[in-house]
């Protein structure tokens, strides 16, 4: 019995490294994006390029943010 507790050991080690390894590349997942500042709120992609159009993306005391990497964009409007 003790060689196959040995193989059992070995082969869940090796899948336990291998586990471990994987969850250590996975990417972080796209909910966890960072707030530009704090008294800022997510706005969808329409709400922000309608602020554009109107040039209100500035405004005395708010501002429209993008965030993110191309094809990764987050919107913020921001107080």
């Known amino acids: 019995m ?4 040995g193989v059992f050991a070995k082969r869940s080690a090796a899948g336990g490294a291998i586990a471990l390894v994987l969850s250590a590349l996975s990417p972080a997942p796209a909910s966890a994006a960072k707030l530009p500042y704090a008294g800022c709120v997510a706005v969808t992609k329409q709400e922000y390029d309608s602020a554009k159009k109107q040039h209100m993306l500035r405004t005395r005391y708010t501002e429209y ?6 094809g990764r964009r987050q919107y913020w409007y921001c107080r």
Do not use: D, I, P
């Open 2 to 5: 003790g060689t196959k507790f």
């Open 65 to 70: 943010v993008r965030t993110g990497l191309l």
